[in-house]
């Protein structure tokens, strides 16, 4: 790997840190500290959506231009940064939709659903699936 690969690697690791340190500074979500306590019981608090939303999408971009930057440097093949893109484009439609869904129409005490998806969302959860799925498919070239 030479030094402006690693370089890349190296700055697009601590930006996901910096995300993730700094996200109640950066981002409105008031679903940090509601599933921080025992959410069990509580109902949801006050979510002003249109804030949440673009705040939501924002950090999602956000990890995913890190996320695709790792992988270019890892990788540096054309058709898997093409289909990571196609991936995590894909992944935000699917799963924005049904995370504001959750939001109107959940249940008090049933949060599981809206927990994960959200968290699906705002963390690079896909690429810790991406690296060791890209890694498997890459021919071998001992043979």
Do not use: C
């Amino acid at each position: 790997m030479n030094s402006r690969r690693f370089i890349a690697l190296g700055f697009s690791i601590l930006g996901l840190f910096a995300v993730r340190f700094f996200e109640t500074d950066l981002f409105y979500d008031p679903l940090i500290e509601f599933f921080k306590r025992g959410y069990q019981s509580e109902t949801l608090p006050k979510i002003n959506g249109l804030s949440w939303g673009f705040n939501l999408i924002g950090r999602y971009l956000l990890n995913a231009f890190l996320s695709v930057i790792i992988l270019n440097a890892i990788f540096q093949k054309k058709t898997i940064i093409q289909f990571s893109v196609i991936l995590y484009g894909t992944i935000i439609v699917v799963l924005l939709p049904l995370l504001l869904g959750l939001i109107h129409y959940y249940e008090p005490g049933e949060y599981r659903g809206l927990f994960y998806v959200r968290r699906f969302l705002i963390h690079p959860v896909l690429l810790l699936l991406l690296i060791p799925s890209f890694y498997m498919l890459r021919p071998n070239k001992n043979n």
